[in-house]
Antibody, heavy 121, light 113 residues
Framework: QMQLVESGGGLVKPGGSLRLSCAAS????????MSWIRQAPGKGPEWVSYISNSDSRTYYADSVKGRFTISRDNAKNSLYLQMNSLRAEDTAVYYCAACGGDPPYIWFDPWGQGTLVTVSS | DIVMTQSPDSLAVSLGERATINCKSSQSIFYSSNNKNYLAWYQQKPGQPPKVLIYWASTRESGVPDRFSGSGSGTDFTLTISSLQAEDVAVYYCQQYYDTAPTFGQGTEVEIK
């Protein structure tokens, strides 16, 4: 059974940094594109970034480009999101998800339980 | 970016009745080269992450009850719950993956009348 567990969320001041991690198990991690998606309180999901399975090609939403960096370690079955220059509007639950579909044209399945990032002074 | 607009924002349906949710994309999300619509539907229950129900606009994910069905093509799509059950109370989202910047609809909340 595919399982994803996020960690690293918390409270950070505007302009600060945070690194999220996602531990994968129950599937061959190196076979899948992986993604981060966020959901602000009471809002719909917003795709943030994804990364290819083997050559680590990356894609970013315009709202985070230049501030966030996605990476992966296939040996450790882990996905990461380095978030710099954080803003109040980055406050959300951040989900890690595996990608289905015809990469890079993807849907998200399954999702982890999420980790809350709060940006506030 | 492709904008996804769902309607209605919420609906209340009696148990056993049909629920219909619409999703409209700002441009066609149909690829004629493979005859596929690049649309997925998700269900999100309170306190849980979204779960994919349908992809390629009409293909049900393994394990999803057959009362859930997807239809439509081009820019207009529908998710139908043929006979609403209590466990179907949730927010439903559509998502396009036609381009490399996936986008979601704003969500439709389904409740019991």
């Amino acid at each position: 059974q595919m399982q994803l567990v996020e960690s690293g969320g918390g409270l950070v001041k505007p302009g600060g940094s945070l690194r999220l991690s996602c531990a994968a198990s129950g599937f061959t991690f190196s076979d899948y594109y992986m993604s981060w998606i966020r959901q602000a309180p009471g809002k719909g999901p917003e795709w943030v970034s994804y990364i290819s399975n083997s050559d680590s090609r990356t894609y970013y939403a315009d709202s985070v480009k230049g501030r966030f960096t996605i990476s992966r370690d296939n040996a450790k079955n882990s996905l990461y999101l380095q978030m710099n220059s954080l803003r109040a509007e980055d406050t959300a639950v951040y989900y890690c998800a595996a990608c289905g579909g015809d990469p890079p044209y993807i849907w998200f399945d399954p999702w982890g339980q999420g980790t809350l990032v709060t940006v506030s002074s | 970016d492709i904008v996804m607009t769902q309607s209605p924002d919420s609906l209340a349906v009696s148990l056993g009745e049909r629920a219909t949710i619409n999703c409209k994309s700002s441009q066609s999300i149909f690829y004629s080269s493979n005859n596929k619509n690049y649309l997925a539907w998700y269900q999100q229950k309170p306190g849980q992450p979204p779960k994919v129900l349908i992809y390629w606009a009409s293909t049900r994910e393994s394990g999803v009850p057959d009362r859930f069905s997807g239809s439509g093509s081009g820019t207009d799509f529908t998710l139908t719950i043929s006979s609403l059950q209590a466990e179907d109370v949730a927010v439903y989202y559509c998502q396009q993956y036609y381009d490399t910047a996936p986008t979601f609809g704003q969500g439709t909340e389904v409740e019991i009348k």
